[in-house]
């Protein structure tokens, strides 16, 4: 069985209420008229029928919640979401073996609650959050409750980029150009929130927290060795933060590899040939990113899968990364 661990979905009753709910001019009609398998559950199916013994878990699409709307609306948004993704779990068991709670992270409270209700009522099996909160940092204070509490359920979060086009290359300009805010930005994005995160200490509190990348870890495994190199020299080059690594019980390095990486790179056996080797095999999970690319759905499926077929990794890893890790991590 190949279980798509991280793809996305708007299903019908989130997606009507949020283009009442989100700001004028959003662009979430715009988005359905060029993917139309993220609110069309049919085609979606046709899709999935295309590939041998394929399943998703499913995640909801961005915006983050606390883009899309103010608080008060941002948590009805939740509920009617994870009510609707339990619903489609509970009705195609076969083809959606579970699914991840989305948040209203523009008020932690809220999200606490609807993170109990998510895992004690409906059965889900997670978290998604954003590398950001409307740009305030994983971080935060405030945020912490909310790893603490995922990690009492020893359940993961789904951790996505969330970089915007109005986030500059440069000081001097008010936007990002050519996509670089997407292609590059995004996987930048991820790096800073995993090495906030990181440094928080939250790993020596709680050893057992896992946190699933979106797309193999941005540029962590990449630059390993710059990674264990620079932070070998941690404080030498600005006294901000100095003495931050000695207050962690491990070499930064450890941490990073403490985080868990999905296969959605589109397709390029090299680069998760090197994430594998950074993760390891017990800590990558099968991912495509569905249905966001050029086809519709059907490109980014077939093109991980036959990157899968064409790694060098053994036939006991790549069932790890299939199928294994992801029934070990959501407890399936």
């Known amino acids: 069985m190949k279980i798509d661990a991280f793809n996305h979905i708007l299903p019908r009753k989130y997606f009507d209420l949020a283009m009442k709910k989100a700001s004028s001019?959003?662009?979430?009609?715009?988005?359905?008229?060029?993917?139309?398998?993220?609110?069309?559950?049919?085609?979606?199916?046709?899709?999935?029928?295309?590939?041998?013994?394929?399943?998703?878990?499913?995640?909801?699409?961005?915006?983050?919640?606390?883009?899309?709307?103010?608080?008060?609306?941002?948590g009805e948004l939740a509920r009617v979401a994870n009510d609707e993704l339990a619903e489609l779990v509970a009705k195609y068991p076969s083809r959606f073996p579970a699914a991840i709670a989305a948040l209203p992270l523009n008020d932690i409270d809220a999200s606490l609650e609807e993170l109990e209700r998510a895992v004690t009522k409906l059965g889900l099996k997670g978290a998604q959050i954003?590398?950001?909160?409307?740009?305030?940092?994983?971080?935060?204070?405030?945020?912490?409750?909310?790893?603490?509490k995922i990690a009492q359920y020893d359940l993961p979060l789904f951790?996505?980029?969330?970089?915007?086009?109005?986030?500059?290359?440069?000081?001097?300009?008010?936007?990002?150009?050519?996509?670089?805010?997407?292609?590059f930005g995004w996987p930048y994005d991820s790096t800073v929130a995993v090495t906030r995160?990181?440094?928080?200490?939250?790993?020596?509190?709680?050893?057992?927290?896992?946190?699933?990348?979106?797309?193999?870890?941005?540029?962590?495994?990449?630059?390993?060795?710059?990674?264990?190199?620079?932070?070998?020299?941690?404080?030498?080059?600005?006294?901000?933060?100095?003495?931050l690594k000695d207050r962690l019980k491990k070499h930064p390095y450890e941490y990073y590899r403490m985080f868990y990486a999905d296969t959605s790179l589109y397709g390029s056996i090299p680069a998760m040939e090197c994430a594998l080797a950074f993760f390891g095999s017990d800590h990558v999970v099968f991912a495509t990113d569905m249905p966001f690319d050029s086809e519709g759905g059907t490109r980014y499926i077939r093109q991980t899968l036959k990157a899968m077929e064409g790694m060098t990794a053994s036939i006991e890893d790549k069932q790890k990364i299939y199928e294994s890790n992801i029934r070990s991590l959501l407890k399936m």
């Open 130 to 148: 954003y590398t950001h909160i409307n740009g305030k940092p994983l971080d935060a204070p405030e945020v912490r409750p909310l790893f603490e």
């Open 159 to 183: 951790l996505h980029p969330a970089r915007g086009m109005d986030f500059p290359d440069y000081p001097t300009e008010k936007a990002s150009r050519y996509e670089v805010w997407h292609v």
């Open 197 to 243: 995160i990181l440094f928080t200490g939250i790993f020596d509190q709680y050893p057992n927290l896992k946190i699933v990348t979106h797309h193999m870890g941005g540029m962590v495994p990449f630059f390993e060795e710059r990674i264990r190199g620079a932070y070998d020299q941690f404080g030498t080059r600005s006294g901000e933060d100095r003495g």
């Open 25 to 74: 001019g959003f662009y979430l009609e715009r988005r359905i008229r060029g993917i139309p398998a993220l609110v069309d559950l049919e085609l979606r199916f046709r899709i999935m029928d295309a590939f041998e013994e394929y399943s998703q878990v499913l995640t909801i699409a961005s915006p983050p919640l606390e883009l899309l709307a103010r608080p008060k609306d941002a």
